[in-house]
């Protein structure tokens, strides 16, 4: 079964809105998550880290204050779209574990349709 | 800092041959793991198969099976007997090792098509 759960799947709102995704591990406390972002045919492009009651850590390029990321606790991190608009459509998804040999664990992704 | 690439943006195979896709990595750790990863048309990430890079010996799963050749940074996929449910766009994807929880670092991916 997912060890890593996602939701929502899908989400169609206006522009202006603001999209909250939840990233919860079932299973295991994950002191650390990974955000992904990833267009049609393309490959995942990390966004941010997602420490545990620390800030996360924001790839370059990706900006914090558009993309809030939130870990309270160590079952949950969540993605914030601020203000959303048509070119933050995409489709986004976490991981969370990977510590050595460990293979990290996806969550099944959120397609992001803002019209 | 790692990089993955896999030159084959798409591949394609007939129902029950063999394919293989390819992929080189570079990096600066000597503790390092690889993995391919799966993602079909549901857009799941799968895992399909990974490797130590400590171990010489390829790593098998079922059908999937890797030839891993550490001194040229190659680490390729070889699907057998390939069936329909194999089609997806298929990651390679590498993580430095040690105790922390590092980022994975993922190739172009390769779209895989198998054909009845």
């Known amino acids: 079964g997912a060890v890593v759960s996602q939701h929502p799947s899908r989400v169609i709102c206006k522009s202006g809105t603001s999209v909250k995704i939840e990233c919860r591990s079932l299973?295991?406390?994950?002191?650390?998550m990974f955000w992904y972002r990833q267009f049609p045919k393309q490959s995942l492009m990390l966004m941010a880290t997602?420490?545990?009651?620390?800030?996360?850590?924001?790839e370059q390029g990706v900006e914090k204050d558009k993309f809030l990321i939130n870990h309270a606790s160590l079952t949950l991190s969540t993605l914030t779209v601020t203000s959303a608009h048509p070119e933050d459509s995409s489709f986004y998804i976490c991981?969370?574990?990977?510590?050595?040999?460990?293979?990290?664990?996806f969550g099944d992704g959120t397609r992001l349709s803002i019209l | 800092a790692q990089t993955v690439t896999q030159s084959q943006p798409e591949m394609s195979v007939q129902e029950a041959e063999t394919v293989t896709l390819s992929c080189t990595y570079d990096t600066s750790e000597s503790d390092y793991y690889l993995f391919w990863y799966k993602q079909p048309p549901s857009r799941q990430m799968i895992l399909v198969i990974r490797q130590e890079a400590y171990k010489q010996q390829n790593a098998t799963e079922n059908r999937f099976s890797v030839n891993f050749q550490k001194a040229a940074k190659s680490f390729s996929l070889k699907i057998s007997d390939s069936q329909l449910g194999d089609a997806a766009m298929y990651f390679c994807a590498s993580i430095a090792g040690g105790t922390s929880y590092g980022k994975l670092t993922f190739g172009q991916g390769t779209i895989l098509t198998v054909h009845p």
């Open positions: 997602s420490n545990e009651g620390s800030k996360a850590t924001y």
């Open positions: 299973d295991f406390q994950a002191t650390t």
């Open positions: 991981s969370a574990g990977g510590r050595g040999n460990q293979p990290q664990h």
